[in-house]
């Protein structure tokens, strides 16, 4: 059996025992190792700086607050600036072969404003029952992650930077704990998903991680990089009643703002604004030293570190765009003009506006309000997060070194949390509208401790379980998601034969082609044709 003490760099770590959901595995949990020091008085808004370490032994058995953040639902701030905390779970494992454990670092999403690793989110019981080891993370949100003065002291990307030396802290430390510090794979969903991508580009993360998945999100999506960083920054710090123009007289008095302060004057996005986040990643300048983002994304695409890659989306991401008040945006001709017109923040021509409404709405002279609502949710859906995706796919083919994966997750099922919320109050909706919303994947990969989430015995939603961990696990031990005891193969994509495995339970099989081919053709031929651009 495995240790309950284990001594790393920083010290002595007790973890606690635990049972798997599924199989009543035994595991361990170390929950709320500091991985760097608390980013706070003068460290708020800095490059995090390593854990110095502890005397004495660490007891690891219980999570620790998420990074600051906004919920929506309650309307309150939660959680506490002193937030840089890791959780590793380790399976007991009697004698695997060379005894070292695959190690998956796992990025939560949450549009680089909410969420966090928690176990009560994302306890990986599945992959444990794989026998892999996992570790999920906190990392910097909002301003106080992203918030970007062009200066060393406020370089911007803090929160990537976080999330870069927790790999680093499980490259150096997983040995301890049985991991293979020469096998990880790092993934992520959404905004985990762009991180992902963006370490896969930038030159800091080379040589840390040896797989990666991406799961709905790039670094090519709209909401995923800002240019405006230096306008947010200082809007930010006007509205808090700082007057000046001067970065570094800017950083002084921000360091003087409560974190709870700051956080609610970032929710300062004009609702009309879909998936408009201020506070994301961006270019650093060129004072900054160690920049993680020393070009934009499409630059360090192209000279990429090629590892081998699982990529896709959901086939319905855009349900997120189907609340009761952005549907009725969309009531009239004239509403969907100006609303498409608002996605692009106004920077496409009437005319390229025009084709995309026509694309959307009038080519097959919709017949019925659920078809419309299907066409609100491609449009979305192929705006914040295909296309993009689609990008980072194609970059990673055209590198044609290491295989790429593509996968289109259609699953419809009773954990499809993200779906039956939206939907909660229009059971006839969730029913009509079939596939998979943005985030529907999670529960199929992580428990939580929501109530009802959890597979039933003998269900589809428990074979989607055991399916989905298994692939991913499989990949994570050696580069391929296959296994006999799948009942397709999943083959890697080519530039010269593209395809992708539909993953939608028992139907699950190999499609040929693209994903959303038609769609894609159209935004393709759409930016070469130049009056899209004003």
Not at 33 to 57: C, E, M, T
Not at 417 to 435: D, E, S
């Amino acid at each position: 059996m495995g240790k309950m003490e284990v001594v790393i760099e920083q010290g002595a770590l007790r973890g606690i025992q635990n049972k798997t959901l599924l199989s009543n595995k035994p595991y361990v949990s170390f929950l709320g190792i500091p991985y760097a020091q608390a980013p706070i008085n003068d460290l708020r808004f800095k490059a995090p700086v390593k854990h110095p370490g502890w005397s004495g032994v660490l007891n690891a058995i219980s999570g620790k607050d998420k990074c600051t953040q906004y919920v929506s639902m309650t309307n309150q701030i939660v959680g506490s600036e002193d937030c840089l905390y890791l959780n590793v779970s380790v399976p007991q494992v009697q004698n695997e072969s060379n005894g070292k454990l695959a190690v998956m670092i796992f990025i939560h999403g949450g549009a680089f404003s909410y969420g966090s690793g928690s176990k009560n989110e994302f306890s990986p019981d599945y992959f444990l029952d794989e026998n892999v080891i996992v570790v999920t993370m906190n990392y910097r949100l909002n301003a106080l992650g992203f918030l970007n003065l062009d200066i060393d002291e406020c370089p911007g990307n803090m929160g990537l930077k976080d999330q870069l030396l927790a790999i680093k802290w499980v490259k150096s430390n997983i040995a301890a704990f049985g991991g293979d510090a020469n096998n990880i794979t790092i993934f992520g969903e959404s905004a985990g998903s762009v991180s992902v991508h963006y370490h896969t580009i930038s030159p800091q993360s080379r040589g840390l991680f040896e797989k990666a998945i991406m799961q709905s999100g790039s670094a090519f999506n709209p909401w995923s990089f800002t240019e405006n960083h230096r306008a947010s920054a200082y809007k930010l710090a006007n509205n808090l009643g700082c007057l000046s123009n001067d970065p570094k007289e800017i950083l002084k008095y921000l360091k003087n703002v409560s974190a709870i302060d700051l956080v609610k004057e970032t929710e300062f996005k004009d609702e009309t604004d879909f998936m408009d986040y201020k506070f994301v990643p961006s270019l650093e300048s060129d004072v900054v030293s160690n920049p993680f983002l020393p070009a934009p994304p499409k630059t360090l695409a192209i000279s990429t570190f090629p590892v081998p890659v699982i990529i896709g989306v959901n086939n319905m991401e855009g349900i997120v765009s189907l609340t009761e008040d952005r549907i009725s945006l969309f009531s009239d001709d004239d509403h969907i003009t100006d609303e498409i017109s608002k996605l692009f923040k106004n920077r496409y021509s009437t005319e390229a506006i025009s084709k995309i409404k026509d694309f959307y709405f009038n080519k097959n002279n919709i017949g019925s309000e659920i078809e419309k609502l299907e066409n609100i949710c491609n449009l979305h859906t192929d705006v914040f997060f295909c296309n993009g995706v689609n990008d980072a796919f194609e970059c990673s083919l055209k590198q044609n070194v290491t295989p790429v994966y593509e996968y289109e997750f259609k699953f419809d099922g009773e954990l499809n949390g993200a779906k039956n919320m939206i939907f909660a109050t229009r059971p006839v909706l969730r029913h009509a509208i079939k596939g998979a919303c943005h985030a529907d994947d999670i529960n199929y990969l992580f428990h939580g401790d929501l109530p009802g989430y959890d597979p039933k015995p003998n269900s589809p939603e428990l074979e989607m379980c055991k399916m989905m961990s298994k692939m991913w696990t499989n990949f994570a031990k050696t580069g391929d998601p296959n296994s006999p005891d799948l009942s397709f193969k999943w083959i890697n994509a080519t530039a010269c034969d593209l395809k992708y495995l539909s993953i939608d339970g028992d139907r699950t099989r190999m499609v040929q082609g693209k994903i959303n081919n038609n769609r894609l053709r159209f935004w393709k031929e759409l930016s070469e044709s130049t009056e899209s651009i004003v």
